[in-house]
């Protein structure tokens, strides 16, 4: 089993590529889960990067690994450059708005939505759940609001986040979550079809199985990726 990153510094550079393909993992089931921590030891290991391309194919997962995966790239002295290669739904768009630059594809897409989780409890216990979800979702709405740099208002995110919104690279670009739209590329698929189940407005497009590729490395990484869903029934807490 893999982690569903995989970090990789160029060879004779001060560049390294990061792919993140898959859930973003709430729990350790395992030695080959990952949290947060275990990200950011990868990330200590790259040793001195000046640049960092971060490549995202991902349907969200946990909140807080998510917010924290983010806060570190943040954080980090290189330059940070997010591709969306496919998808990056949910927290892990969050993540993709803590980079520097974010680069989308035409035929690429974020999704932008509320947390939500189980819930299970009396009426005023479910009442304060509520109000948790929704400090939980203000710390999406500052990195989403800080990426657009103006161009979006906080009542704007919002009612995106309400209305769990499926947006493309331009319009992605026209809110200010996106910093420049490229030819769209042929990429393997980011999950099967179960994963965006608890989703709702889910673009027909997007749980189809590609047929065309673009290498063999990155077939790999989905592929791992897919095996680590298979641990990951319910996401706690999660987008």
Known sequence: MKKFWEMKQLANTKSAEIYIYGEVVAYKWDDSDTTGASFQK????????????????????????????????????????????????????????????????????LMIHNPYGPVIGNAKELRKTADDYDKIAESSVITYLAKANGKLTEEKIKQIMDEETWLSAKESYEIGLCDEVIEAVHIAACADASIFEKYKNVPSQLVVKNEEIVTEERIRIADNAKQENLLIQTILGGL
């Open 42 to 109: 990868d990330l200590k290991a790259l040793g001195d990067v000046a640049e960092i391309n971060l490549h995202i194919n991902s349907p969200g997962g946990s909140v807080f690994e998510g917010i924290a995966i983010g806060n570190m790239l943040k954080s980090h002295k290189a330059t940070v450059t997010g591709y969306v290669d496919a998808l990056a739904a949910s927290i892990a768009s969050v993540i993709l708005s803590s980079c520097d630059k974010v680069v989308m594809p035409e035929n690429s897409m």
